[in-house]
């Protein structure tokens, strides 16, 4: 996603930097509505500055919001032993609840059914974290559970960004507990 050099303290301020104003104005403004201007202006820094650590404001954004898909992705892997089908992860709660403040720029990059960036990056870290998660333990198709989990963790988290699923933060998270417990637990032979 980003463009200038990585490992360079001063590099990761100044992109940590990029990333709060644009959080800060999303809050404040759509996505489509941000400008580069606007946001290095928030940022204080220079619009050639921007463009050497990103190549645009959607590059931004999907970095920006990368740190909701590890939320996401360790929220659901917050357990050890058998998991409780009926009480879902505190992590998993918190994770959901999280989301509102910046519920509309997730609804950006993260379109209906789990598509655009933030799905197609969602996907992946969770499809690879899950299979990853079966094999060590000894269970079946971890590919096809890990690809079955990945998919219907991002379609439904973003049918419920985009309101198509009206749940409460908590209710949310107990809903798609069950129903991602009830995937790993489905026999597959």
């Known amino acids: ?7 360079d303290p001063r590099a ?3 992109r940590a930097r990029l990333r709060e104003a644009l959080l800060e104005e999303c809050a404040e403004h759509p996505l489509e509505e941000v400008s580069v201007a606007a946001l290095v202006r928030r940022a204080g ?3 050639a500055t921007f463009y050497l650590h990103y190549p645009d404001l959607q590059g931004l954004a999907v970095d920006a919001c990368a740190e909701v898909v590890r939320d996401a992705v360790e929220a659901l892997h917050a357990w050890r032993g058998a998991p409780d089908p009926t009480t879902p992860p505190p992590a998993l709660t918190a994770f959901f609840t999280g989301l509102v403040p910046h519920a509309a720029l997730y609804r950006t990059l993260l379109r ?5 960036p933030l ?8 499809r690879e974290r899950s299979r990853r998660e079966r094999e060590l333990a000894g269970a079946p198709a971890p590919d096809l559970i890990a690809s079955a989990v990945a998919s219907a ?4 988290l973003a049918d419920w960004l985009h309101g198509t699923i009206t749940a409460t933060p908590d209710d949310m ?3 798609v507990w069950r129903l991602l417990v009830t995937l790993h637990r489905t026999p597959t032979s």
């Open 153 to 156: 963790f991002a379609g439904v």
């Open 1 to 7: 996603m980003t463009t200038g050099p990585t490992g």
């Open 12 to 14: 990761e301020r100044t």
């Open 119 to 126: 799905g197609d990056l969602l996907h992946r870290e969770l």
């Open 173 to 175: 998270a107990a809903q």
């Open 45 to 47: 820094l220079g619009r």
């Open 112 to 116: 209906e059914g789990g598509s655009g």
